[in-house]
């Protein structure tokens, strides 16, 4: 994983996402989940290009259930876009790079 992609997680979920001072992407994934892991080199991308003005991260479900079931992530991936500790924006399934770019545009 680049390192513009924070993994984070039970412990670190609050400091590095709720307390940001920038928006911050989120991608809810699972190590089996076929989707998820096409949608990784786009979350690699754009992690690179929003650099300094979006924080993009992963939580793996797997490892981090409480998170899951704080946010009702039922289905992968899902993203959600955090602005001052709030969730503003959703996307659930696997968006085509084009539609991810939208979704930051119209959220950003």
Not at 52 to 81: C, E, F, H, W
Request: charged residues 20%; glycine residues 6%; aromatic residues 8%.
């Amino acid at each position: 994983m680049a390192d513009d992609v924070l993994e984070v997680g039970d412990h670190n979920f609050t400091n590095e996402i709720l307390e940001s001072r920038i928006p911050a992407l989120v991608d809810f994934w699972g190590p089996t989940c076929g989707p998820c892991k096409s949608l990784e080199p786009v979350i690699r991308n754009l992690a690179s290009r929003y650099l300094g003005r979006l924080k993009v991260a992963k939580v793996n479900v797997d490892k981090n259930p409480k998170i899951a079931m704080q946010y009702s992530i039922k289905a992968l991936p899902t993203l959600l876009l955090f602005d001052g500790g709030n969730v503003r924006q959703q996307f659930v399934g696997q968006p085509t790079p084009s539609a991810l770019e939208r979704f930051l545009q119209n959220s950003l």
